[in-house]
């Protein structure tokens, strides 16, 4: 345990940012999944609206330092590709 004044803030400050960082990485998962969950049935109508919440919750993502903007762009290349793919059948 952290002895010192400084050393104490710091270990409040960590506790304090990593419950922020963990709820930032589970909104950013569970759009996720309900994009992928939105996939897998289907459905043209709410695909749309659930991949702009997605791009949507992956951009928040990024300004907030939870994922690299590469691999926010990475993610919505790939859920884009498999968008078009379910319109387009």
Same mark, same amino acid.
């Given at each position: 345990?952290?002895?010192?004044?400084? =050393?104490?803030?710091? @270990?409040?400050q960590?506790?304090?940012k990593?419950?922020?960082?963990? @709820?930032? /990485?589970? /909104?950013?998962?569970?759009?996720?999944? #309900?994009?992928?969950?939105?996939?897998?049935?289907?459905?043209?109508?709410?695909?749309n609206?659930?991949?702009?919440?997605?791009? =949507?919750?992956?951009? /928040?993502?990024?300004?907030?330092?939870?994922?690299?903007?590469?691999? @926010? #762009?990475?993610?919505? =290349?790939?859920?884009?590709?498999?968008?078009? @793919?379910?319109? /387009?059948?």
């Amino acid at each position: 345990m952290a002895n010192h004044v400084s =050393s104490l803030k710091r @270990a409040r400050q960590t506790v304090r940012k990593t419950g922020v960082n963990r @709820a930032n /990485k589970s /909104k950013l998962r569970t759009a996720l999944r #309900s994009m992928r969950d939105a996939l897998t049935a289907g459905d043209k109508t709410t695909l749309n609206e659930t991949y702009r919440k997605t791009v =949507s919750a992956l951009d /928040k993502s990024v300004q907030k330092g939870v994922i690299h903007k590469n691999t @926010a #762009s990475r993610y919505k =290349s790939r859920l884009n590709a498999r968008v078009k @793919a379910v319109v /387009k059948a």
